[in-house]
């Protein structure tokens, strides 16, 4: 699976948008990008995936470019329980093993 | 509720001494595995299985047994740990049903283990 560039940390306002960015230049046509984050030392918890379209769900929203070499996780108005480190994960679904594999993450804060 | 659950949440034992760390699932998942987190390592899979009596190893398997004799469980037992395997451990599953799978892991709350 290809593999994915994250900034380190982050700092974002309580109450505006945080935008999460993530570079995966070498991804195939296969691939999905899905994005997971983990609270404090809590289990990883799935937020959103897509293949090639922009999508939204209730947590939040994935922009990606039309070249796909890169996406944007968009939360929209970040609360403090936001802040956890932000994972973006490249995956194909012949993965045989299914396997995520997380890189080091974006460690959003959010500050009041 | 739909849960993955994992026991024991914490333990501190020995090295050498033989440790079983549980994982159950409720969603009739086919997929299960393990991971370990350690800082400055990120997550690694241990173990992964596809589903019952089908089990194969993921980057980090040595030291480690799993077994799949249920859907629902999927146990990772330490026959002799090592103060190396101190780590937090995470249970997860999926689905693997090609046309309905979004990829979606579901983990447990994880298992901080201390071996001494």
């Known amino acids: 699976d290809a593999k994915t560039t994250q900034p380190t940390s982050m700092d974002c306002a309580e109450g505006r948008a945080a935008n999460l960015p993530c570079n995966h230049s070498?991804?195939?046509?296969?691939?999905?990008v899905y994005w997971y984050r983990q609270i404090h030392s809590q289990g990883p918890q799935y937020i959103i995936h897509g293949l090639k379209n922009n999508e939204t769900n209730e947590m939040a929203s994935l922009i990606i470019t039309e070249d796909r070499k890169s996406s944007t996780l968009i939360l929209p108005h970040a609360t403090l329980r936001d802040t956890a480190v932000y994972y973006c994960i490249v995956r194909s679904l012949n993965n045989a093993g299914n396997m995520l594999t997380f890189g080091g993450g974006t460690r959003l804060m959010v500050k009041p | 509720e739909a849960q993955v659950t994992q026991n024991p949440r914490y333990l501190i034992t020995v090295t050498g001494k033989k440790l079983t760390v549980t994982c159950s699932q409720n969603?009739?998942?086919?997929?299960m595995s393990w991971y370990r987190q350690d800082p400055g390592l990120g997550l690694r899979q241990i173990y992964y299985?596809?589903?019952?009596?089908?089990?194969d190893k993921g980057d980090v398997p040595e030291g480690y047994k799993v077994s799949r004799k249920e859907k629902r469980n999927f146990p990772l037992i330490l026959e002799s740990p090592s103060p190396n395997q101190t780590s937090l451990y995470f249970c997860?599953?999926?689905?693997?049903?090609?046309?309905?799978?979004?990829?979606?892991?579901?983990f447990g709350e994880g298992s901080r283990l201390t071996v001494l």
């Open positions: 997860a599953s999926s689905r693997r049903d090609r046309v309905r799978d979004t990829g979606e892991l579901f």
């Open positions: 070498t991804i195939s046509g296969n691939e999905y």
């Open positions: 299985s596809m589903n019952v009596e089908v089990t």
């Open positions: 969603m009739n998942h086919e997929y």
